[in-house]
C-alpha cells in the first residue's frame, strides 16, 4: 500500500516543520511507501524556502510551487492531479486537524469503504461568528443542493485511487471539493475528532473567502437558487397586481384615495430589491459558465520536483 498526502499551504511557516514530523511519524507506521505533497498557493512568508529544505532532507517529500495564489480548492485539485498513490489523503497545514485521525481514517479504508472523511465534533479556538457561520453554511449547503454533502466536514479525508481518478475527470472552473467527492459517490464513511486549535500563525480563510467557497458549493451542485428566483418573482408579480387592483378600488370606488409616492416607493423598491437578488443569482451562474467556456489553465506551476508524467 502507498499513500500520497495532499497538503495546501498559503502562509503556514510557522506550521510546516512540526506537520511534517508529526505526519512522517503517523506514516511510518502504515507504510514505507508514502509521499507528501505541499502545493505552495502564492505564499509571501518562508513556507516555499521550508518545502525546498523538506525535499532536499526527505525523498518522500515533494512540492508544487504556484505562480501566485489560485486558491485553496485550486491547491488541492493540483495535488489530486499528481497524486499517483492507491489511497490518497488531503489535509490543511495548519495543525487543526490532526495527524494521528490518518491511522483510523486508514481503518476504515480496511474495512471497504471508498471514502473515509472527518467529521468535527467541536472546534476550538475559533470564535462564536466563526462556529455559527461555519455551522449555517454547512446546513444551507445540505437543504439546497442535490447531493447529501456531509454535515460538520472540511476536504480533510482519505479517498481510494478511483475516487481520485472520477474527481480528476471533474472539468468545471470553480472547485468544491468536498461536494465533488460526495457527487462521484462509492461507499463513504466518517471518523469523528475533536479539532483542535491552529497551532501558529493566521487563518488564511477570510469571511470573504467562506462566502465565495459557500456560492462555489451550491451554484455548482444546486439549480434550486434559480428556481426560487423563478417562484419570487412570480410571488412578487401576483402581490403588485393585488397592489395594482387594490389602488383601483380606492381610486374609484371607495373614494379615499390619498395622493403620495410612500406606497409607490416602497412597491418599486421592494419589487426592484428581488429583481436584483434574481438577477444576481443568474449572474453567478453565468460567471461559471463563462470561466468554464474560455478553458483556462486551473493554475500555473512556477517550479516542482515532482515528474510532469506523474500528472
Known amino acids: 500500500m502507498d499513500i500520497d498526502v495532499i497538503i495546501p499551504v498559503y502562509n503556514e511557516e510557522a506550521n510546516i516543520p512540526a506537520l511534517y ?12 511507501q508514502y509521499r507528501l505533497i505541499f502545493i505552495n498557493d502564492g505564499s509571501s512568508d518562508r513556507s516555499l524556502e521550508l518545502m525546498r529544505n523538506l525535499s532536499q532532507d526527505h ?5 508544487i510551487d504556484f505562480s501566485r495564489n489560485f486558491g485553496h480548492q485550486v491547491a ?13 489523503v488531503i489535509i490543511d497545514a495548519d495543525l487543526q486537524d490532526p495527524p494521528e485521525l490518518i491511522p483510523q481514517l ?16 467541536s472546534r476550538r479556538g475559533e470564535s462564536f461568528f466563526k462556529k455559527w457561520t461555519a455551522g449555517m453554511s454547512y446546513r444551507l449547503l445540505a437543504g439546497l443542493t442535490s447531493i447529501d454533502i456531509p454535515l460538520d466536514t472540511g476536504d480533510f479525508r482519505m479517498m481510494n485511487r478511483k475516487v481520485v481518478l472520477a474527481i480528476n475527470q471533474m472539468p468545471e472552473r470553480h472547485k468544491f471539493i468536498r461536494g465533488m467527492v460526495s457527487w462521484v459517490g462509492f ?6 475528532y475533536d479539532r483542535a486549535r491552529r497551532q501558529g500563525g493566521a487563518t488564511g480563510y477570510s469571511f470573504r473567502k467562506m462566502l465565495r467557497l459557500a456560492l462555489d458549493g451550491i451554484t ?4 434550486l437558487p434559480l428556481k426560487l428566483a423563478t417562484l419570487a418573482g412570480f410571488t412578487i408579480s401576483l402581490f403588485s397586481f393585488g397592489l395594482i387592483l387594490w389602488t383601483l378600488h380606492a381610486r374609484y370606488v371607495a373614494g ?5 409616492w410612500a406606497s409607490i416607493m416602497i412597491s418599486i423598491l421592494f419589487i426592484g430589491g428581488i429583481q436584483l437578488i434574481c438577477l444576481g443569482l443568474i449572474g453567478e451562474y453565468l460567471i461559471r459558465m463563462d470561466a468554464n467556456i474560455r478553458q483556462r489553465p486551473l493554475y500555473i506551476i512556477n517550479e516542482t520536483n515532482l515528474d510532469g508524467t506523474e500528472k
Request: aromatic content about 12%.
Open 21 to 32: 514530523e508529526r505526519l512522517a511519524a503517523v506514516l511510518k507506521q502504515l507504510t514505507t
Open 59 to 63: 525523498r518522500e517529500v515533494r512540492f
Open 76 to 88: 488541492v485539485t493540483a495535488g489530486l492531479n499528481f497524486s499517483t498513490a492507491s489511497r490518497i
Open 106 to 121: 486508514n481503518a476504515k479504508m480496511n474495512e471497504g469503504w471508498d471514502v473515509a472523511y472527518a467529521r468535527r465534533k
Open 187 to 192: 461507499r463513504q464513511t466518517f471518523v469523528e
Open 220 to 223: 455548482g451542485f444546486s439549480n
Open 256 to 260: 379615499d384615495y390619498v395622493q403620495g
